[in-house]
């Protein structure tokens, strides 16, 4: 017996603690065993390796890797535990020693010792975080590729994609940061965050393309975690201050289609742990799968923004040609029957060939103006019309002006001089000269210049003008400026309403603003009030009146004006406006008068409803 038992193999003298020790040492999953008062006995190797903490740091301890969220889940999970002896399957989550949120799969038994009472527990931790972490950046992909096309709009589709991005990654904000070429400026399109107030200023702001964590990524072409984004070397304060946001982490992945890099795909404030690889290969999955979505929608954008602007453009074409008709036939009409008049007045007086001659060349002129604009009607109803009646028509007319400076300068010297100094005099350049003017001053002065010209009118001025700095412009330059805003504020303007003018001082210059709480302007109408000759009357609605009476009808070429003004003298001319809720439509009436409109009760009815704001700057 004594020799039977000397040759027994070591392992067979083991216990049986060790012979556990010895399995659970090479177990890949983390194992751990808790005495009956939860604190730890034993953990392998696996464990220290997955959750950051050794035996000889936890031996008697309690492990601290409960999140505050599972706490409960845990209770009833040992409950559970101790009533069924074994728990397969059990999921919940698990802090690593560096804050670091696992996904955990828990299996665990009860152990008993040799009298058959409960000695504690041994529990096995599957890591799972990235097996769910796969499946979902799957799942979300194939989310994404079979819901994406079903945006049409550039908005809803990137709109879309953020919700995704911030939902699977946990992150408290994202955005699509789109590349302006032309202007070497990213823009946010959308920006989605838990503060919606955040997210609508975002879509406000535009900065440099080589600014930012943005940039960089523009530049390299690589994505690119900052853990602490307010020390980093890639901190550029501007966002978050215009924003009002404090972003403290960041993981922004480039979008790229073959040709070129459109833009960024951002994530910022990671709700749990730090960003990491795995975020930024799903982060780029993501850009790589909309890239060319986002590239074919904003081409279809920018398309369908042009066909707007080219019917926008035909309308107002449309327009200005039925003004142009109106402002023709009505004048050229009364001239042609006021010739008649004149010719029946003068027939058997003491007939002058001359005067006949006169007359008959003018009338000829008339009647072929009459029938250019019967011309200009056919065309717009798209009849048949050669451009050369039009041209010899324009010859003709040059023609006959050129022999009626004729007959005026016979007997008073070589008639081609008279010719070319009328001419010069009537068309030729003049250059105005710029001088240092107090804007307050000229302003005020201009002012009561004209209030005798609309003393007819019942509007209030309201001045709000402050002394400021010489401007450097010709006189007569300023005063059309003034004189056509405030022609135009008062024309827009109902009786009993009110128009603001202000003067005040700037760093950089001298600001001018004339402000109406009148009828407004459509945004189709904003669109091309500086570019062309547009009036914002429908031309059937338009009357010419007197300057200065509500809707009066004018040219449309005093804000066209200024703008060429604005180009040559070195200032800047912009207007915002808001079209009167109660009238939306161009062809929307207002009654001209705050007491005789159905909306408007009171003075501050009207001036809440719309209104007008030109700023000019000079610098």
Same mark, same amino acid.
């Not at 989605?192 to 997210?199: I, L, P, R, S, V």
């Given at each position: 017996?004594?020799?039977?038992?000397?040759?027994?193999?070591?392992?067979?003298?083991?216990?049986?603690?060790?012979?556990?020790?010895?399995?659970?040492?090479?177990?890949?999953?983390?194992?751990?065993?808790?005495?009956?008062?939860?604190?730890?006995?034993?953990?392998?190797?696996?464990?220290?390796?997955?959750?950051?903490?050794?035996?000889?740091?936890?031996?008697?301890?309690?492990?601290?890797?409960?999140?505050?969220?599972?706490?409960?889940?845990?209770?009833?999970?040992?409950?559970?535990?101790?009533?069924?002896?074994?728990?397969?399957?059990?999921?919940?989550?698990?802090?690593?020693?560096?804050?670091?949120?696992?996904?955990?799969?828990?299996?665990?038994?009860?152990?008993?010792?040799?009298?058959?009472?409960?000695?504690?527990?041994?529990?096995?931790?599957?890591?799972?975080?990235?097996?769910?972490?796969?499946?979902?950046?799957?799942?979300?992909?194939?989310?994404?590729?079979?819901?994406?096309?079903?945006?049409?709009?550039?908005?809803?589709?990137?709109?879309?994609?953020?919700?995704?991005?911030?939902?699977?990654?946990?992150?408290?904000?994202?955005?699509?940061?789109?590349?302006?070429?032309?202007?070497?400026?990213?823009?946010?399109?959308?920006?989605?965050?838990?503060?919606?107030?955040?997210?609508?200023?975002?879509r406000e702001i535009r900065f440099p393309a080589d600014k930012g964590v943005a940039g960089h990524v523009y530049r390299t072409g690589k994505p690119l975690i900052v853990p602490d984004y307010p020390l980093s070397p890639?901190?550029?304060?501007?966002?978050?201050?215009?924003?009002?946001?404090?972003?403290?982490?960041?993981?922004?992945?480039?979008?790229?289609?073959?040709?070129?890099?459109?833009?960024?795909?951002?994530?910022?404030?990671?709700?749990?742990?730090?960003?990491?690889?795995?975020?930024?290969?799903?982060l780029s999955a993501i850009a790589s799968a909309v890239a060319f979505p986002i590239e074919n929608a904003r081409i279809n954008a920018e398309l369908r923004l042009s066909y707007e602007e080219v019917q926008t453009l035909?309308?107002?074409?449309?327009?200005? %040609?039925?003004?142009?008709? $109106? *402002? @023709?036939?009505? #004048? +050229?009409?009364?001239? /042609?029957?006021?010739?008649? =008049?004149?010719?029946?007045?003068?027939?058997?007086?003491?007939?002058?060939?001359?005067?006949?001659?006169?007359?008959?060349?003018?009338?000829?002129?008339?009647?072929?103006?009459?029938?250019?604009?019967?011309?200009?009607?056919?065309?717009?109803?798209?009849?048949?019309?050669?451009?050369?009646?039009?041209?010899?028509?324009?010859?003709?007319?040059?023609?006959?002006?050129?022999?009626?400076?004729?007959?005026?300068?016979?007997?008073?010297?070589?008639?081609?001089?008279? %010719?070319?100094?009328?001419? $010069? *005099? @009537?068309?030729? #350049? +003049?250059?105005?000269? /710029?001088?240092?003017?107090? =804007?307050?001053?000229?302003?005020?002065?201009?002012?009561?210049?004209?209030?005798?010209?609309?003393?007819?009118?019942?509007?209030?001025?309201?001045?709000?003008?402050?002394?400021?700095?010489?401007?450097?412009?010709?006189?007569?330059?300023?005063?059309?400026?003034?004189?056509?805003?405030?022609?135009?504020?008062?024309?827009?303007?109902?009786?009993?309403?009110?128009?603001?003018?202000?003067?005040?001082?700037?760093?950089?210059?001298?600001?001018?603003?004339?402000?109406?709480?009148?009828?407004?302007?459509?945004?189709?109408?904003?669109?091309?009030?500086?570019? /062309?000759?547009?009036?914002?009357?429908?031309?059937?609605?338009?009357?010419?009146?007197?300057?200065?009476?509500?809707?009066?009808?004018?040219?449309?070429?005093?804000?066209?004006?200024?703008?060429?003004?604005?180009?040559?003298?070195?200032?800047?001319?912009?207007?915002?406006?808001?079209?009167?809720?109660?009238?939306?439509?161009?062809?929307?009436?207002?009654?001209?008068?705050?007491?005789?409109?159905?909306?408007?009760?009171?003075?501050?009815?009207?001036?809440?409803?719309?209104?007008?704001?030109?700023?000019?700057?000079?610098?």
């Open positions: 017996m004594k020799n039977q038992s000397s040759s027994q193999s070591p392992i067979s003298c083991l216990s049986a603690e060790q012979r556990y020790r010895a399995f659970l040492k090479f177990l890949p999953d983390p194992v751990f065993v808790f005495n009956l008062d939860n604190t730890v006995s034993y953990l392998n190797p696996a464990f220290e390796k997955v959750f950051g903490w050794s035996l000889a740091e936890l031996e008697g301890a309690i492990v601290p890797f409960v999140p505050e969220s599972a706490k409960e889940q845990t209770r009833l999970g040992i409950e559970k535990l101790y009533s069924e002896k074994v728990i397969h399957g059990f999921e919940t989550q698990r802090l690593t020693r560096d804050g670091r949120l696992l996904d955990i799969v828990v299996d665990g038994a009860i152990f008993y010792d040799d009298q058959d009472r409960p000695a504690g527990q041994v529990i096995t931790l599957r890591d799972v975080t990235q097996e769910k972490r796969v499946t979902r950046t799957n799942q979300a992909l194939f989310r994404i590729a079979n819901s994406l096309y079903q945006y049409r709009k550039l908005e809803d589709r990137l709109e879309f994609i953020i919700k995704e991005v911030q939902d699977l990654l946990a992150v408290r904000g994202a955005s699509v940061i789109l590349l302006d070429e032309e202007k070497q400026e990213f823009y946010f399109p959308v920006a989605n965050y838990e503060d919606a107030g955040t997210g609508s200023r975002m890639y901190y550029f304060p501007v966002v978050d201050m215009k924003a009002g946001y404090q972003t403290l982490n960041m993981l922004d992945v480039p979008i790229q289609i073959p040709e070129r890099m459109i833009g960024v795909l951002c994530a910022v404030n990671k709700k749990e742990g730090e960003f990491d690889q795995t975020d930024v290969e799903f035909s309308r107002a074409k449309d327009r200005v %040609i039925h003004h142009l008709s $109106h *402002e @023709l036939k009505t #004048p +050229v009409s009364v001239l /042609s029957a006021s010739l008649g =008049l004149l010719e029946k007045k003068l027939s058997g007086k003491n007939e002058d060939p001359g005067i006949s001659r006169i007359l008959e060349r003018a009338q000829r002129s008339l009647t072929r103006i009459l029938d250019m604009q019967y011309q200009v009607q056919d065309i717009l109803r798209q009849r048949d019309y050669r451009a050369y009646n039009l041209l010899s028509a324009l010859m003709d007319n040059c023609s006959d002006v050129l022999e009626t400076l004729a007959d005026e300068t016979c007997g008073q010297g070589t008639a081609s001089q008279k %010719i070319r100094n009328r001419i $010069h *005099e @009537l068309f030729g #350049p +003049v250059e105005s000269v /710029s001088e240092e003017i107090q =804007l307050d001053v000229f302003t005020e002065n201009v002012i009561r210049e004209l209030e005798p010209r609309f003393s007819h009118r019942r509007c209030r001025i309201r001045r709000h003008i402050a002394p400021t700095p010489p401007v450097f412009i010709p006189k007569d330059v300023l005063y059309k400026i003034i004189e056509g805003l405030l022609r135009n504020a008062i024309e827009n303007t109902p009786d009993s309403g009110v128009i603001e003018i202000g003067i005040r001082g700037m760093a950089s210059g001298s600001e001018l603003e004339v402000r109406d709480f009148g009828i407004g302007i459509t945004a189709e109408n904003q669109k091309l009030i500086f570019e /062309s000759q547009v009036t914002t009357a429908e031309p059937l609605q338009y009357a010419t009146r007197k300057p200065y009476d509500f809707h009066a009808g004018g040219k449309g070429f005093d804000l066209l004006r200024m703008k060429i003004f604005s180009e040559r003298y070195h200032f800047s001319i912009r207007m915002r406006s808001n079209r009167c809720i109660y009238i939306p439509e161009d062809t929307d009436l207002c009654p001209g008068d705050i007491h005789q409109c159905r909306h408007c009760k009171t003075l501050e009815d009207c001036m809440r409803s719309g209104g007008t704001t030109m700023t000019v700057n000079f610098i």
